[in-house]
């Protein structure tokens, strides 16, 4: 990762690191969050290549996490933004963002920095600055 290794603070059990999950926490993790799922092989190969990525724990347990890929100079792509449904409504994902964002204050001027919002979640990201790019711009994908 870019950041320059791990970083890790406690508040009341909880632990915010920043280095990915392993790849089996964050297959996991997505399938309990609802997110799509991935292969066992495109997580081995993607999660260390993350620019950056913060994860939550409690106990040990992964309760939250969230990355940023991209090839490291112009572009930037929020993804992998997940909390465990049982740990939901506790401000996990705000901390998550919070935690991205300041990462992306270290980014070069005039980086692109995008991301895809599934329903009521762009309430969150236009929190930390996100704007729609509608109608200039639409965000599309290859289904495979």
């Given amino acids: ?3 320059g290794g791990v970083r890790m603070e406690t508040t009341s059990k ?6 990915q999950p392993s790849v089996e926490q964050y297959l996991a993790l997505r399938k309990e969050a609802g997110l799509s799922e ?4 495109g997580a081995t190969i993607g999660l260390p290549r993350s ?5 939550l724990y409690e106990e040990n347990n992964l309760i939250g996490m ?5 090839d490291g100079g112009c572009f930037f792509q929020v993804t992998d933004i997940a909390v465990k449904p049982s740990h939901q409504g506790r401000g996990l994902g705000k901390l998550i963002m919070q935690e991205i964002r300041k990462f992306l204050t270290t980014v070069p001027d005039k980086a692109y920095v995008s991301l895809i919002a599934d329903g009521e979640a762009s309430k969150l990201y236009a929190q930390y600055g ?3 790019v509608m109608p200039h711009s639409q965000g599309m994908f290859l289904r495979r």
């Fill in 14 to 19: 909880l632990d915010i690191r920043h280095e």
């Fill in 38 to 41: 991935m292969s066992v092989e």
């Fill in 66 to 70: 969230g990355r940023v890929i991209g």
């Fill in 51 to 55: 620019i950056f990525a913060v994860t």
């Fill in 130 to 132: 996100f704007e729609s």
């Fill in 1 to 3: 990762m870019l950041n």
